[in-house]
């Protein structure tokens, strides 16, 4: 799953950038709804810099994906502005341990 097409709540896309101007971080789901504005699109609440006291938060637009609330994937964060973020990948790893600790809270 890429971004190239996917824009954030600051109206960029990713096309708009350089793939070097950015750097990876671990973002988790908030929210995987589909748009009552935009019939058949999906919006992808998540956040990021889980380590904060206050991640940040943000959102694409038409991602298709079957990720979950709580669910982790890579985030991809611009290295000049840390609120310029877009939706970059799944890696296994982390969708495997966000899954163990969903069952472990049950």
Do not use: W
Not at 37 to 56: A, C, G, H, I, M
Not at 57 to 71: A, C, D, Q, S
Not at 96 to 105: A, Y
């Amino acid at each position: 799953m890429g971004c190239r097409s996917s824009t954030n709540d600051k109206g960029l896309s990713y096309a708009d950038f350089e793939p070097e101007e950015f750097y990876e971080v671990e973002g988790r789901v908030l929210s995987n709804l589909l748009s009552f504005s935009l019939p058949r699109n999906r919006v992808l609440k998540y956040e990021y810099f889980l380590d904060q006291e206050t991640p940040l938060v943000g959102y694409e637009l038409n991602i298709h994906t079957t990720l979950k609330p709580g669910e982790r994937f890579i985030v991809l964060v611009h290295k000049q502005d840390s609120t310029v973020s877009f939706f970059g990948y799944v890696n296994p790893m982390l969708l495997d341990r966000s899954i163990h600790k969903l069952r472990q809270r049950r």
